[in-house]
């Protein structure tokens, strides 16, 4: 028996990273942040010199990426970059390399690789239309553009980072456009996927929405 998926998919600060890692921590389940695998991409084609459209190139980096997750911490040929993947530059950097389908193709695998027993919480854009589609439980949490450039404004200015959520929102927006709008594995909910808006939730009440999911089908 194979061990069950929870794939929990929806654009750019909704909050999902932190609700996939509270559900994994309460049912304690696996967890894959996808987003990080194409975020440490763009830094290694960063560091390597590669162009981010440069898909021949990216996707050879894509394939072979001297990655490791550490608990909280993420390594990259074995240098801490856990804050370095998080800034704004190596989110759309993320988002432009993710758009190319040879890059897809070579993260498709060490995805799956992530299904182990007793389960597996995956966060991303396309978790439960093509890397897990099987997946027992899918959930698409999303939250109006307005809520989620004021979360990560908040966040921004609990970090000491200066900022302004009118960058922010236009920011959130074209991330949204290109996510939506690549042809491979496009930001979409599948049909069977359980919508959750989380613009008027708290992080406990989304928790426990997907938590009641995972009961139902687990
Ligand atoms: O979730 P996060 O903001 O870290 O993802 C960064 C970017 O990586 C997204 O904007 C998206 O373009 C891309 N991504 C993706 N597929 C995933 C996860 C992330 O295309 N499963």
């Known amino acids: ?3 069950p998926v929870i794939a929990i998919d929806g654009p750019s600060a909704s909050g999902k990273g932190t609700v996939a890692a509270r559900v994994a921590t309460t049912l304690g389940y696996h967890m894959l942040d996808s987003g990080a695998l194409y975020r440490l991409t763009a830094l290694a084609a960063r560091k390597a010199g590669v162009a981010w459209e440069d898909e021949a190139a990216v996707a050879a980096i894509a394939a072979a990426l001297p990655a490791e997750f550490e608990g909280e911490r993420i390594l990259l040929s074995g240098e801490e970059v856990s804050e370095a993947i998080r800034s704004e530059e190596m989110g759309d950097g993320a988002s432009k390399v993710a ?7 070579a993260l498709l695998a060490r995805q799956r690789a992530y299904r182990r027993w007793p389960g597996l919480v995956a966060d991303g854009r396309d978790m439960g239309s093509v890397v897990f589609p099987w997946a027992e439980c899918k959930v698409f949490l999303t939250a109006s553009a307005e809520a989620r450039a004021e979360r990560r404004h908040k966040q921004l200015i609990a970090k000491g980072v200066p900022a302004k959520i009118t960058p922010l929102l236009q920011d959130l927006r074209e991330r949204d456009a290109r ?5 491979v594995a496009p930001l979409q909910k599948c049909a069977e996927a359980e919508l959750l808006d989380t613009s008027n939730l708290s992080i406990e009440q989304a928790v426990a929405a997907v938590l009641g999911c995972a009961r139902e089908r687990i």
């Open 99 to 105: 758009a190319l389908p040879a890059v897809r193709a």
């Open 179 to 183: 996510d939506t709008a690549r042809s």
């Open 1 to 3: 028996v194979t061990a």
